[in-house]
């Protein structure tokens, strides 16, 4: 069956389960082989895009001189070095002149490759860093531009997307290159035994050892793999042990349990006894006696032929011919591990690459529409016909055929039980996803049939998911209109309306404080308890540690204050409200939704909420969910009247203050 991936086997060691894919020789192999070729090319050319033609060619000369032709000239260097003391060794008498030429060649030869390999070296780095920041850019944009579905379903394919570096292409590059270097390497061992006729035999001796431990060493590095800690012992040492994070330490104290930890700890090392725990890898790559043993007599072989040479043909090599060949022999050795190197990390590199590629094609699970949207005056209004909704990934139905209207310019409240589906209609009606059956329709005309970005200019929202950038608090806020974003007085206006003045206010550096600043900061041997360390050198790193930071309500307020800045572009028409107020305290949550009401005019307003109060009081109106359907909707007054689901939730509230 061509659609079936490779056969994938299974194997216990130690702690883990390790699962592979079987190799074999099918027709996969020619398709992976010109998928991986077009990757290349691909990524050639962007290579040569970003460095330019000068760059680009030098650094292939480069490249190809280091590992072609300056091995194998060198070595023929050094060979006549060798051979100019060995006639004057028999002779009795040195040739001055010839020798201090040979050794001036050999030395200005040094000289230059390691000049050029300096230059070359330079020359990748800085290629590398601009094709890094081109490939972080392409990876960015795809990401920026994927939607929800996209994210979800390619969550592996953006997580490849974070190791990609031009690496794979220099990988290939000298994988190619030490390969013509050794195919050149073997030529010149060949022209030096020509005469004894030794060629082939000696090409078998000098390859022997490192084409036997390519063929039998195990590597997992290279291949698609799985590995799974399984040990039940194991797995709960590693979550007892997780228990000393600091994350749980209030927990674990108040609880008394320490005694608790630490015994049932000790109970899983007892019952996991000697089973070997150490790296997946490490066990994988583990040879048998005779395999060892196999490649050690393999490693020796070389030395065993000179020895029979020695004995069996004495006139057959001179020194100087013999000291040469046991440079080439482990230069041979090197070349071709460095090839097996090259390819094995090129291939799966290469393969990493496409998926990055790939991560352009599967950008937007939603089709965009191609219609202008032309607001409403007075708002937005939707029509949901007999919808039903099921998260990507899931069976289960977050809406079960709901039907509902909404008028420009209504104020509806959305209220029920947790997990009755709530968000997933704020979420279907900013087309952050699109329903599985039924249809939504904007305006009286399909969502679908809209260009998702200018439906977007049109909605702003508020609920708990939004998080704060790691940029400054002014753009945290400013980018409610990206048009404005160096607006400060519009900015300040925003922050004062979402209640976030007082935040900035507290930090030093005001709008410009930046709370998650992402350093990198790393710091070792500078910890409690080391006593040789300079104490300035800790105070510094206790300095360092410290990021400002802010409380769940003080975010709450920040994020708020981008949603008023976004009203400043005047084009917002749906504002979607989802329970924003959890941290914040009654007086903020009072002024944040006063203050919400005094822009409502010319927009439609959404909320979902659990509390019972203003807000409900004043909804054109309330749509009562459970279990994914709405089943009650009026007023306030119709609903307490119908004494259904929402008079029951109203009354539970209402009694706390009887
Ligand atoms: N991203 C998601 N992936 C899969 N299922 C989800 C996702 N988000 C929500 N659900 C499920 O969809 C159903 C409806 O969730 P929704 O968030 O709309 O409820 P809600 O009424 O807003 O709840 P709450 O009052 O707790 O905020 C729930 O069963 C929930 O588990």
Redesign the pocket.
Known sequence: MSSAGPPIQSKRLGVYRIVTEKYSVNNQWSKKASQGLRTLLRLTNDIYDTAGPGSFFLMLVLTVWVDVFDRTVGLHLVGRVLAVIEEGLKAGRVDGTTLAWAVALRTVGLGLTTGLGYWGARLRMKMDSRFEAKMQEFVLKTKLATDLTGV?SNLSTSQAADQISYSAFIQILRALTVSLGTALQLGYVFRLVRSTGHGPILAFVCLAHPVLEFLMQPTLWTISHIVEAMDPHYLRMNSLRGLGEAKYRQDILMGDVVGYVLREFRRSVRLLGDTDVGQSYVQYERMGYSSHLALKIAKELPMLYYAAIAILNPGAFNLSTLATLHQSESLLSRMFVEIVFYVQHGAPRLASVQTVYDLEKSVHEMQDGDLAYTPHEKGMSFELKNVSFS????T?K??KDVSLSIKPGQLVVIV??????????I?LLTRLYDATCGSILIDGQDIKDYKVADLRKAMASLTQDHHLYPLSLGENIGLGNPARVGDLEMIRDAARLGGAEGVIGKMTDGLGTVLEWPRGLQWNNVGKGNKAVDPELKAAVGNMKKQVAVSGGERQRLVASRTFMRFTSGAVKLVCV??PSSNLDPQAEWQLFDNLRRVREAKTMIF?T?RFGHLTKRADVILC?KE?TIVESGTHEELVEMGGEYCRMFDIQAKAFD
């Open positions: 979800s998260y990507p990934g899931t289960a977050a809406l029920g039980s947790n997990g009755s589906g709530k968000s997933t209609i979420k989802d329970e979902v659990h969910m994914g």
